[in-house]
Nanobody, 126 residues
């Protein structure tokens, strides 16, 4: 059974940092492109970032580029999302999903994924 599990969310002040983890079981994440998404209350789920298998190329939405970094640790079967310079508008539930069929400049839409984690809440507030 394939499972993805996110962790690392929490409450942080504006300008702070968090690192989210997405750990796979029943699936080797190193063999799959993986995407991170977020969904704020009353809004649609949106793509944040993805990482390819080949060369580990990474892609980001305009809203997070330069502040967020996606990476993977194959030994731990985990994909990370390092979030720096957090803003109140980053507040959302964050999800990882796989496999990302394309993973390019136009992040794959959520409907293309069939494996999702349960999500982790990120709240940026004073």
């Amino acid at each position: 059974q394939v499972r993805l599990a996110e962790s690392g969310g929490g409450l942080v002040q504006p300008g702070g940092s968090l690192r989210l983890s997405c750990t796979g079981s029943g699936i080797r994440l190193e063999h799959n492109a993986v995407g991170w998404f977020r969904q704020a209350p009353g809004k649609e789920r949106e793509g944040v970032s993805c990482i390819r298998v080949v060369e580990g190329r990474t892609y980001y939405s305009d809203s997070v580029r330069g502040r967020f970094t996606i990476s993977r640790d194959n030994a731990k079967n985990t994909v990370y999302l390092q979030m720096d310079s957090l803003k109140s508008e980053d507040t959302a539930v964050y999800y990882c999903a796989a496999p990302s069929p394309v993973c390019g400049d136009n992040l794959d839409p959520p409907r293309w994924f069939d494996k999702w984690g349960q999500g982790t809440q990120v709240t940026v507030s004073t």
